[in-house]
Each structure stands twice: as structure tokens, then as C-alpha cells.
């Protein structure tokens, strides 16, 4: 008997032939202005992708980073909230739909979603790859104008990944507050970058004002206790990367790392980790070094030595990102 087809495999499959009868120079062109808006530093209110080259570049070139950072926000949500399923969902500036995949794989089954988006060739080309999966056929693909006066349907689960850093300020506190009187639970994700980093603990203060508490990755619904200017606040996802992905991007391995920033907020009192790891653990000769966000609000160094035996173990297998110590 076949083992089932996951959500990831069957987007890498359906992303596989996008770029098919696309010039090669058309799509190098699209990738390189793709590369300059979302690194570049100037909001803007009209969409990034702008024709089907525009799209299926950026299909090739970010969707698969996109998808993996997403969804490992909403794993790390699940964990916290493991009885929880939503059953609705709304994509806020989902394009191409990466965040409707990552919640696909999240929590698997057919749910009513809406991915809301102002560029039309995004949500065609998104619906072309949904049409892939059984549990996403019936997804709504809505064109929709992101930023004031954004008004968005009632839903259990609100994503915005990879969107505030389009959008002026004025843009992005209508977006989160669009959210707030929307979703019982909002996931905001961006890049891993001091900026994106800036943008989510903005759209956390406004969730937590709102009256929304905390699920990950903060083990609080306190300031975060970074000083800003000094750090920030990332995490990494690794990303399969396929050979039509490497021939876009250029590049040669198998994988790489995706950085992000993220916050997942709920309407109902959890009970988050005890602490966060926040950095990399350093593994040493009978010591891991594990820099941890904790629950009282402050980031500390935890050193777990071979003496310590079965946690020295489970230390060793830690991973940034997850929560510490482990259940049981």
C-alpha cells in the first residue's frame, strides 16, 4: 500500500511544471526585480506581481521558503493549542497561496478558506496549483485591496505572512486590526530580518491591546525583552530546495535556510512553553549552550551538561525554535 502524498510533496509536484514554455530570461528578469522589491526598504501600495512571469518567477522562487516558515510558525502554534483545529481560515495577501498550503499541512482536512489578494494573476495561478490537492479545490480566490479599509470575513484562523513589509504603517496597523475583528486565532510571519522583525512585535503589541494572548513564540504576553536596535527575534526553517528552485535562484544545494519572524495570538487564555529557545544550540564537548526567551520575561543562558543525563540528551536534539524543556 502507497504511503499518502503530504501536502508538501504535492505542491513541490504541482510547481514543478510552472515555469514550463516561460523564456528562461523572462523568468531570470522577474526573479532579479522580485529579489529588489522584497529586500528593498520602500512600501508600496500596488502589487509586487504584476503578469503570469511575475507570478510563476515568484512561485519558483519564494513559494517554497514561503510554505516552509509558515508552516513552521503554525507547528509551533499547534503544539501549544494540540486540541485546537480551525475551521475556517482566511489568507490575508495570500498570493499564490503558500500559507494556505502550510495550513493544509498543519492541520489536514477540508475547511472553508478565502485567500485574499490584490494581484490577479497571483490568485489564478494560486488556484491552478490548488486544483492539485482534493482539500483545497474549494477554496475561495478573492482580489481584494490590502491595507485601509480592509474588511475580511469571520474565520478561526487568520494568516498574514509576508505582507506588512508592502504596506506603509497606516497599511499595516488597518491589516492587523482587520484581523483582530476577524480571526479567533491570528498567525502574522515575516522575514527574519531586524525590519520584519520590527513589524511583528508592532502587530504584537497591537494584538495583545486588542486583547488577544500570546501562543508562540513568545512564552508571555509581555514586552519582548530585546532591546531594540541591539537584536532581534528570528527563527529558521530548513527548505528542500528542487532543481527547477535551484535553477531560479541560481544556486547549487539541496536546501537552505529560510528566516522569519512571527507571532501567533489566540482570543482565549493558553498556556504557552515554559521558555523558548532563541538561538542556535551550541553543542560542545559534554555541554549544549541554549539561549532562552522565558516565561518571566527575560532571555537567559542555559548550560546542560552530560551530567544531567536524559535532559543533556534531549538538549542535544533540541532545535531553535522549539520550546524547553520538552513535554514529559
Known sequence: MNAPVSPAETLRAALAGLLDGLPPKAAAQAVDRLIANYRGTTPTDTPILRDRADVAAYA???????????????????????????????????????????????????????????????????????AASPQLRSAEWRRARIGAQLALPAADLVTVSYVLGELTEDGRGAVVDAAVAAGRAVVIIEPGTPDGYARVIAARDRLIGAGFFVAAPCPHSAACPIVPGEDWCHFSARVSRSSLHRQVKGGSLAYEDEKFSYVAVTREPVAPVASRVVRRPQIRKGQVLLDLCEVEGGLRRSTVTKRQGSLYKEARDAAWGDGWPPAG
Open 60 to 130: 519558483a522562487y519564494r513559494m517554497p521558503a514561503t510554505f516552509e516558515a509558515v508552516r513552521a510558525a503554525l507547528d509551533a502554534f499547534a503544539d501549544v493549542v494540540p486540541e485546537w483545529v480551525p475551521g475556517s481560515h482566511v489568507d490575508v495577501g495570500g498570493g499564490t497561496g503558500a500559507a494556505t498550503w502550510a495550513v493544509h499541512a498543519t492541520w489536514p482536512g477540508e475547511r472553508p478558506v478565502t485567500v485574499l489578494d490584490w494581484a490577479e494573476p497571483a490568485l489564478v495561478l494560486g488556484r491552478e496549483l490548488a
